[in-house]
């Protein structure tokens, strides 16, 4: 007997005025896997996280979380069902501290038992936000700040995670920090889904990836298909048809 | 020639122009609303004390404050709400239209007289130290001003609701996806600056005993141009910006004769202009406005 | 049809309509006598303020909260140099002296007005049209309260808080459906010309059209100092149809009034500044009617005073929130089933 998804997106269609940016998309995430989704820039991924989040209206399709309809939520409401958002550019409040922003993380929590031990957590998950508490968070480095804005996502105790694209501009230790800690999230329990450029690294990562390019998911793979540059290219720069995602030669 | 009276009136007039600023900059950061009908929550307290008179100040001032902030509320709900996520520009023109619409619906039920207001009379007494002379109720300005500038503070660094407005004020977006609720913040920041509205004018009546329609318009306006100039995007810029035009503003009346202070509102206004084109971030604040076209 | 028949009959159509519902407006004036005839006259005067306030707005997509300023030089310079001299020294003792001692005829004052309103819009351009959105909203409506300031105060050039008095009337039916109609043709001619089509494009993305090289600020100066011209012409004829002007008839009032205007009729399109035009321009005359008491179809009714200004905020803010683009819902004129 297979476990419902937690996320189950079906057929989402996202528009911004006349032109498509997301075509059919139908994916679903189990309780406790970690899956990514890779593809090129203007793919639509920062878009279908956006969906997801009730950021953009839909034109089409549903996404269900825990079984219900996101259809009628506001991006609010949304976090405060449970999924919790690590944004593009990792979008810190800059003008508060690094304590007021974690604080802003437990808003979204659906009960206030257990903050303390979650900030615990954090901190030893990412010293560096235990150490700057009090300085203003825009005065933080990139990773630094890619590390609060995780930290402040996991405050909210979420049932789902969603990270967009927590690689971007950062330089190549950091990133090894950033997944480390990933790691640890993931062996903690926590489902989560990545969103990347960074095709490789995610496949290796992940239980699953989906590929997503022009607005339509092209192929799934597993973490084995990560040295299969052919395949991947295949994928990112395949047939314009819309046909349907190819599956792994295996 | 006084200038320590000048001096004191003026930091009193700057404590009322920081107040009306101070709630323009709260609405401005939950909202990037620039809102050219704040005015008119004053000239709504004014006649809210006009058709009171002679009741007791102890119904009235909270009668005041209840009127100016249930006007807030309801621009918020009507007329502003509906176009949070439109253009600016077109929330400008919306307010535009509020301020019209009012001052018509005042000048149609009041006329364009002067209506008194008559309060705090006593205020307007005065007592003498050495040389000077003092106002009552140029104390009570600047003491009332600083105990509700303090009061925001506060609500702002040690409140939960204050913490979430700082955040809407940086990244509404953002704070929205971590779950915040919008609409309460909002609402709140509404009610702040309706509070502080007519704190303002109650403490205007000694100096402008008289309502008419366009009472508000010039505070407005005023307070307005302080907060561009001071820094829209900041409450502490925004908030002191006020206070320097009203000070200004008291000042230059004070120590020039009538014919040669008649250009001040085209310095003001050129003031503006030259910082919107230079320093859009305005002149006390640090750092960049976040590009919005 | 071919597809150059049909960009032929479209520009008949773009330009056609509103001048045909001027003409049509024109006509039913005539029905009319008094007062009422009068408000017709107004209500093209204002329309042509409108339509000058579109050709900047309405192709650049930036509001403009000041373009009454230039209707009030506009306005100003005719009136104080249709008054005839003797009457001018009179009143008017500080003015510089090639005001006080010279009078102009009626056609060569809406052309100094024109091109006056057209020098300080150029002027004031220059740095402003840098600004968008809400930065040239503030900023345009300061250079409203500074001219407003200068009108009233400088007493060398203008009447001070008095109002300029016996402006000779020569703007008749004739002259104010004259000044609209072409007020019409020059905005239309501008918005096809190749600096208007330039500009319209970065109306809605002005990253793309700087990024095939429109020269943004340079497209905006010439539309704004354009526009300054038409609303300085249309301020001379409406002096002479007032027979007299002071500072607060063009200020906030006005620029209230013909922003409604824009707004309710559509700021995008020509058909929308002249529809928002003539229809508030219905609605207000029906209403400031009714509060004189009027009897409209037999049917006779008084409104309180100070509904039209209500009633007006009121439709603004209604239209803002429903049909933001305004009843011509943003689109040029179009007969009905036609392409």
């Known amino acids: 007997m297979t476990e419902p998804a937690l996320l189950e997106v079906s057929s989402l269609r996202v528009r911004y005025g006349a032109v498509p940016a997301l075509h059919d998309v139908s994916f679903a995430v189990r309780a406790g896997e970690v899956v990514g989704v890779v593809g090129p820039n203007g793919a639509g991924k920062t878009t279908m996280l956006s969906a997801i989040m009730r950021m953009v209206g839909w034109s089409g399709g549903d996404v269900r979380f825990r079984g219900e309809s996101l259809a009628r939520r506001s991006p609010d409401q949304v976090a405060r069902l449970g999924i919790a958002l690590v944004p593009e550019g990792r979008q810190i409040f800059s003008d508060l501290t690094v304590g007021e922003n974690l604080r802003l993380g437990t808003v979204a929590r659906r009960s206030r038992e257990g903050v303390e031990r979650d900030l615990d957590s954090v901190i030893e998950l990412f010293p560096v936000v235990g150490d700057f508490r009090d300085r203003p968070a825009g005065l933080l480095s990139g990773g630094q700040q890619q590390q609060l804005a995780i930290a402040r996502a996991l405050l909210a105790d979420p049932d789902l995670l969603v990270l967009d694209e927590p690689s971007l501009g950062l330089a190549p230790t950091v990133i090894d920090a950033v997944f480390a800690a990933l790691d640890a999230i993931r062996r903690a329990g926590r489902t989560i889904v990545i969103v990347e450029q960074r095709a490789q690294r995610t496949i290796a990562f992940a239980d699953r990836t989906y590929v997503l390019a022009d607005g339509r998911i092209r192929a799934e793979v597993g973490p084995d298909d990560a ?3 052919e395949l991947l290219r295949a994928s990112y720069f395949g047939v314009d048809d819309g046909s349907q995602p190819h599956q792994d030669a295996s | 020639m006084n200038y320590v009276q000048y001096f004191i009136d003026a930091v009193a007039l700057g404590s009322l122009y920081a107040l009306v600023a101070l709630g323009i900059g709260l609405i401005f950061g939950v ?16 006649y809210t004390l006009f058709a009171t008179n002679g009741w007791s100040a102890f119904v009235r001032v909270p009668l005041v404050v209840l009127v100016v902030v249930a006007l807030a509320l309801l621009m918020e709900r009507l007329a502003f709400r509906p176009l949070r996520d439109a253009s600016p520009a077109t929330m400008l023109v919306m307010t535009f239209a509020v301020s019209f619409l009012l001052r018509n619906i005042a000048q149609k039920r009041w006329s364009s007289q002067g209506k008194a207001m008559n309060i705090f009379a006593g205020l307007s007494k005065a007592f003498r130290v050495g040389d000077l002379r003092i106002r009552y109720v140029t104390l009570v300005s600047i003491g009332v001003g600083a105990v509700l500038l303090l009061a925001v503070n506060l609500f702002l660094y040690r409140t939960e609701i204050g913490l979430q407005m700082r955040a809407v004020a940086s990244d509404r977006r953002i704070a929205q996806a971590l779950g915040m609720r919008i609409n309460r913040i909002v ?37 307005l141009i302080g907060v561009v100039v001071g820094g829209m995007d900041r409450l502490a810029p925004a908030t002191f910006g006020g206070f320097a035009i009203g000070f200004a503003n008291s000042m230059v009346f004070s120590l020039l004769p009538k014919g040669q202070r008649v250009f001040l509102d085209s310095a003001l206004y050129g003031l503006v202009i030259i910082v919107l084109l230079l320093r859009p971030q305005g002149l006390f604040q640090r750092e960049r406005l976040t590009a919005r076209v | 049809m071919s597809d150059r028949g049909v960009s032929i009959r479209r520009a008949a159509q773009t330009l056609g309509g509103p001048i045909a519902l001027v003409l049509l407006a024109g006509l039913v004036s005539l029905v009319f006598s008094g007062s009422i005839e009068l408000r017709f006259h107004n209500a093209f005067v204002i329309t042509a303020m409108v339509v000058s306030v579109y050709v900047f707005s309405g192709n650049s997509g930036v509001i403009s909260f000041g373009h009454v300023s230039f209707v009030a030089l506009g306005a100003f310079s005719a009136g104080m140099f249709s008054m005839g001299v003797q009457q001018k020294g009179a009143v008017f003792k500080e003015l510089f002296p090639f005001i006080k001692d010279n009078h102009l005829g009626n056609v060569p004052t809406l052309l100094l007005a024109a091109a006056l309103g057209g020098l300080y819009a150029l002027i004031i351009g220059i740095p402003l049209v840098r600004l968008n959105g809400l930065a040239a909203g503030i900023a345009t409506f300061a250079v409203l309260g500074i001219s407003r300031n200068v009108l009233r105060n400088w007493s060398k050039v203008g009447p001070g808080a008095k109002a300029i008095p016996a402006v000779e009337e020569t703007t008749g039916l004739a002259q104010a459906m004259l000044a609209l109609i072409l007020c019409i043709v020059v905005a239309y001619a501008y918005q096809r010309s190749p600096s208007g089509r330039r500009l319209r494009a970065t109306r809605e993305d002005v990253a793309a059209a700087q990024g095939v090289g429109v020269r943004i600020y340079r497209e905006r100066l010439i539309a704004f100092a354009l526009s300054g011209a038409m609303a300085g012409f249309a301020g001379a004829v409406y002096v002479h149809l007032l027979g007299s002007v002071s500072t607060e008839q063009v200020y906030l009032d006005l620029t209230f009034l013909v922003l409604a205007m824009l707004v309710v009729g559509g700021i995008n399109s020509l058909w929308g500044a002249v529809l928002g035009g003539l229809s508030i321009s219905l ?10 008491g009027m009897s409209l179809f037999g049917w006779k009714f008084t409104l309180p005073t100070s509904t039209s200004g209500i009633v007006l905020a009121a439709l603004m803010a209604v239209v803002l929130l429903l049909r933001p683009k305004g009843l011509s819902n943003g689109r040029e004129f179009r007969v009905p089933g036609t392409r």
């Open chain 3, 283 to 292: 609605v207000n005359t029906v209403l400031t009617e009714g509060e004189k």
């Open chain 1, 227 to 229: 040295g299969n540059g």
């Open chain 2, 187 to 223: 609402v709140t920041a509404f009610v702040i600056a309706g509070v502080l509205a007519a704190a303002a004018l109650l403490l205007f009546v000694p100096q402008r005993p008289t309502v008419t329609p366009d009472f508000g318009l010039q505070i407005g306006i005023l307070a």
């Open chain 2, 31 to 46: 909202m990037r609303l620039v809102n050219l009908a704040h005015g008119e929550l004053l000239m709504a307290g004014g």
